[in-house]
């Protein structure tokens, strides 16, 4: 099973940026006329939406439960997807070293995708972040991929003894996906965990 990131709340927001960018032309064609006032109204009516559209946005992200995604299974953000597939522990006197073997792939139907600019790193029930452990003799993450392509690679992370659940995170979201209504980055909106033990 594949857990996608976004359903539609993207194509929304482009949507909704296009009306904007008219508006904003509308407007501009008004200053020439000195139509301050039908301008401003224009600008009241903009203004009165935006809010309207953010508070949406924060309304979905509060109301959508959240995401767990287990092994076995693939997360998708865009169409840069990850799944881990199992997962092997090494004690390190007072840390254990966590290797997970994952597989990474593009769901896009054109075009190259990477993850290039992100980070990873493990985050335990209590909120400790584990970050991702360099190692240069494997794949790296954020390796380019073509359409449909995948990779298999191992995340290593060195977390402490009495981390009991440990979950997949990553960071690197841009800003804009902060109002893709119901996205796993937007506002408000609860991240999606990736399960690692």
Same mark, same amino acid.
């Given at each position: 099973?594949?857990?996608?990131?976004?359903? %539609?709340?993207?194509?929304?927001?482009?949507?909704?940026? $296009?009306?904007?960018?008219?508006?904003?032309?509308?407007?501009?064609?008004?200053?020439?006329? =000195?139509?301050?006032?039908?301008?401003? +109204?224009?600008?009241?009516?903009?203004? !009165?939406?935006?809010? !309207?559209?953010?508070?949406?946005?924060? $309304?979905?992200?509060?109301?959508? #439960?959240? +995401?767990?995604?287990? #092994?076995?299974?693939?997360?998708? %953000?865009?169409?840069?997807?990850?799944?881990?597939?199992?997962?092997?522990?090494? $004690?390190?006197?007072?840390?254990?070293?966590? +290797? &997970?073997?994952?597989?990474?792939?593009?769901?896009?139907?054109?075009?190259?995708?990477? &993850?290039?600019?992100?980070?990873?790193?493990?985050?335990?029930? =209590?909120? =400790?972040?584990?970050?991702?452990? /360099?190692?240069?003799?494997?794949? #790296?993450?954020?390796?380019?991929?073509? /359409?449909?392509?995948?990779?298999?690679?191992?995340?290593?992370?060195?977390?402490?003894?009495? $981390?009991?659940?440990?979950?997949? =995170?990553?960071?690197?979201?841009?800003?804009?996906?902060?109002?893709?209504?119901?996205?796993?980055? &937007?506002?408000?909106?609860?991240?999606?965990?990736?399960?690692?033990?």
């Amino acid at each position: 099973m594949i857990v996608h990131s976004d359903a %539609v709340g993207s194509m929304v927001f482009f949507l909704v940026m $296009a009306i904007s960018a008219l508006t904003l032309v509308v407007v501009l064609m008004c200053l020439p006329g =000195r139509e301050f006032r039908l301008a401003g +109204k224009i600008l009241g009516w903009w203004s !009165a939406c935006f809010v !309207a559209y953010t508070a949406l946005t924060i $309304a979905v992200s509060l109301l959508l #439960p959240q +995401k767990v995604v287990n #092994p076995g299974q693939s997360y998708c %953000v865009d169409s840069w997807c990850i799944g881990v597939q199992n997962v092997t522990k090494t $004690a390190l006197g007072q840390d254990v070293a966590y +290797k &997970a073997a994952v597989r990474i792939f593009s769901d896009a139907g054109r075009g190259n995708i990477s &993850a290039k600019g992100a980070s990873l790193y493990l985050v335990d029930e =209590r909120g =400790r972040r584990f970050p991702l452990v /360099p190692d240069p003799a494997v794949i #790296p993450f954020d390796t380019e991929l073509s /359409p449909k392509q995948s990779v298999d690679t191992t995340l290593t992370f060195r977390v402490a003894a009495d $981390a009991q659940h440990l979950f997949l =995170r990553g960071d690197g979201d841009l800003w804009i996906t902060y109002f893709f209504i119901g996205d796993d980055s &937007a506002l408000l909106h609860r991240p999606t965990l990736i399960r690692v033990l």
